[in-house]
C-alpha cells in the first residue's frame, strides 16, 4: 500500500487478521480494540501492524516517503 502525506486508507474492518511491515515512510494507525477502547500509534521503517479479525481501524500517511 503507498499513502501520501496526510492520505487516508478508509476505516474499515475484515473477517480475516490483517498486518504490514512498513518500509519507507510514516504513518498513524488508529483502531478500536475488542474491549471498545480507541488505540492511536505513528508506526515508521521497520515497525510492523497487526489488526485481528474484526478490529476497525484506519491508516493515515504522515511523512513523505523517500525512494521506494
Known sequence: MRLR???RAR????????W???LDGRV???A???DGHNVV???GVGDLWYFPPGIPHSI???KEASSL
Open 5 to 7: 502525506p496526510r492520505g
Open 11 to 18: 476505516a474499515e474492518l475484515h473477517k480475516q487478521a490483517e
Open 20 to 22: 504490514a511491515y512498513m
Open 28 to 30: 498513524r494507525i488508529t
Open 32 to 34: 478500536v480494540d475488542q
Open 41 to 43: 500509534d505513528d508506526i
Open 60 to 62: 493515515q500517511g504522515l
